[in-house]
């Protein structure tokens, strides 16, 4: 009892700090959107829930939000898997069930009670969520029973709606019009958090001489464009040391380590390139980053080589599924370069490319991924699509307005926005709309989910949206969403719960 007391008094005091918080939020809702709880009464052990997914929001979650939601709100709710409410990547050694393909499954099959990714999610995603799980496409209830089939790659949550199969025969298709909007269907999907994706590179002065202690690498964003489609082969060529003297010193062979899965963090990278130089023709002869940013399952790039293109075995996939394995290999092979989001450099010790925030620019300035403790991105310009709570989203029917990867214009996409480091992205959740507590005989879209889980998913989300919550990514290199488009996104996915 102490323990929740003192829990309720934290919460409150975090709530008056923030001003217009989940406090504020909670109270005012309309009986018809969730149920509004009084602080802390959605911390029972009972509710605890679980999501999987995109790599790049694993530390956001583990190291930021959760604990945070935790420290602010809930205070410790003690169990077998420790004192937390919510769970990411609770098992992120499990092969094939991290990162965005996994999390965008996860949304589809109702395995967890929400899924992540950092785009790619396409129209085709989204309405995938938006039909009756009996009349899913054929290949995603394969990828559904392939979660509960026993076989490895396996997984079954921490927590329900678990066991499998997914989806449960009593999930349905949710449509859910809340007082005064219109109505919608299917899941959410809104950025939780942002970051930087950061080239890290393996040179030491044992294998290059005229290399420092903490070595500093420029790159611009043609040098790394070149780098990543094979036409720049070792860290000594002369179109690096117009940039990185001290490469001079380095003959040493490039390695390029890339991902396997279908990846959000790949398709920010690849995105960047795209802008960067699109056009240029890569080292198979065939493709542009241009061509390649379209990739379905971002597996593709440059290599196979014809008569002087790709060097063979240039190009090496990470072991397994997720950043963790590309950071892996390139602490293991001297010359490699590869890339992940910030945080999963961290400890690491390896080097990390300054880039040029410019796509071409004139005597350039080169930024760190880093800004102290946080992610060196400003996302300044970067907007929600459409002008409704709904739209903010990813709600509208109009398939064109939404964050996926293949609408036009694509708001998913943030690369170069702003005037700080140019590779940073967003990272998204998905809920299904409809799973308030006061609806809870017809909220079926996750039917396993109980009264306490969407309590839970409720506040938990609404804490998200919080400067104050955003405040704590800051401190574990990632960005905080700024706060215009925070209120939107609290807007409409308290509205759309």
Not at 85 to 110: D, E, H, Q, W
Not at 205 to 223: D, E, F, H, R, V
Request: aromatic fraction near 8%; charged fraction near 10%; charge should be neutral.
């Amino acid at each position: 009892m102490t323990s929740h007391v003192a829990a309720v008094a934290r919460s409150r005091a975090v709530m008056l700090a923030i001003g217009v918080g989940i406090l504020t939020s909670l109270a005012v809702a309309a009986p018809s959107y969730a149920d509004s709880p009084n602080v802390g009464s959605a911390c029972q052990a009972s509710g605890k829930i679980n999501g999987r997914g995109a790599t790049f929001q694993t530390d956001a979650q583990q190291l930021a939000l959760i604990p945070g939601y935790r420290l602010d709100v809930c205070g410790p709710v003690n169990d077998a898997n420790g004192n937390d409410m919510v769970f990411y990547n609770y098992a992120p050694g499990s092969n094939g069930l991290t990162g965005s393909g996994a999390g965008i499954n996860a949304a589809k099959c109702r395995s967890d009670a929400f899924g992540g990714t950092d785009v790619p999610y396409t129209k085709q995603d989204l309405a995938d969520t938006r039909v009756a799980p009996g009349a899913m496409p054929a290949a995603v209830l394969a990828a559904c029973a392939a979660l509960s089939d026993g076989v490895a790659p396996d997984l079954t949550p921490l927590y329900q709606p678990t066991p499998g199969p997914w989806p449960n025969a009593a999930d349905t298709l949710a449509t859910f019009t809340p007082a005064g909007a219109q109505a919608r269907t299917g899941a959410m999907s809104f950025p939780v958090a942002g970051a930087s994706v950061a080239m890290g590179i393996n040179l030491t002065a044992a294998n290059c001489p005229g290399l420092t202690a903490n070595p500093t690498i420029n790159l611009t964003s043609s040098q790394a464009s070149r780098i990543f489609g094979g036409l720049i082969t070792a860290w000594n060529d002369p179109a690096l040391t117009t940039t990185s003297p001290d490469l001079a010193s380095c003959p040493v062979a490039i390695t390029r380590v890339v991902r396997l899965d279908k990846s959000g963090t790949t398709q920010t990278f690849k995105n960047y390139l795209a802008k960067a130089d699109g056009a240029t023709v890569l080292c198979d002869g065939v493709n542009t980053w241009t061509l390649l940013k379209t990739d379905a399952n971002n597996t593709v790039w440059p290599e196979n080589p014809p008569a002087n293109g790709c060097v063979v075995n240039q190009l090496v996939r990470g072991a397994a599924s997720g950043a963790p394995a590309v950071v892996t290999k390139v602490q293991t092979t001297t010359g490699a370069v590869g890339y992940a989001d910030l945080a999963d450099w961290t400890g690491t010790g390896l080097v990390l490319a300054n880039v040029a925030p410019a796509t071409a620019p004139s005597g350039p300035t080169f930024l760190s991924p880093a800004a102290g403790s946080a992610a060196n991105c400003t996302f300044a310009g970067a907007t929600a699509p459409g002008t409704t709570p709904s739209d903010s989203v990813g709600l509208n029917p109009n398939t064109n307005i939404g964050w996926a990867s293949d609408a036009v214009p694509n708001k998913s996409d943030i690369t170069f926005i702003g005037d700080g480091y140019p590779i940073c992205g967003f990272t998204w959740d998905m809920v299904y709309v409809g799973l308030n507590h006061n609806n809870l005989a017809n909220a079926t879209a996750i039917s396993r989910l109980n009264d306490n889980q969407r309590r839970t998913l409720y506040s938990y989300f609404s804490y998200v949206f919080t400067p104050y919550a955003q405040d704590r990514l800051a401190q574990n290199k990632y960005s905080k969403l700024p706060d215009a488009l925070l209120a939107k996104f609290r807007a409409g996915f308290q509205q759309y719960f």
